[in-house]
């Protein structure tokens, strides 16, 4: 199973289901995720299950269309907001999930996946990360916050 942080505010419960996962066991997950509240998605075992393998790489696009100065950092959170109704943009949603977090599921997946683009790293990134800025909750990552 897959929480999702903060876990008594985030209602989606990603139930993941292995190779080797029994029809009992898969149903057991299921039935748990209800009976504490979370709607329940299923998903077979594959990299980032299906919010963080579609979110991931958003998060890197986005970083990637302000490192090639297509756009500012600020203007692509203000665009995915207003035009796509996201609640926030993706550099304001990475310092809130935490920039070694991010960092760290990208380099899972590009040791994984070694050839696939999506999973390239990012200088931006790892600069931000070896600085110690890790978002919101060091104070500074893509934008500063006060403490």
Known sequence: VHFFNPVPLMKLLEVVRGPETSDATFNALLEYGAK???????????????????????????????????????????????????????????????????????DGWHKEYPDVQVFQPSETLNKLVESGKLGAKTGEGFYKYGK
Do not use: H, Q
Request: proline share 6%; charged share 25%; glycine share 10%.
């Open 36 to 106: 504490v509240g979370k709607t329940t998605v299923k998903c077979k075992d594959t990299p980032g299950f299906i919010v963080n393998r579609l979110l991931v790489p958003y998060l890197f696009e986005a970083i990637r269309l302000v490192e090639r100065g297509d756009a500012s950092m600020e203007d692509v959170d203000t665009a995915m907001k207003l035009g796509a109704g996201y609640p926030m943009g993706p550099f304001t949603l990475a310092d809130l999930v935490g920039l070694d977090t991010c960092k760290n599921i990208l």
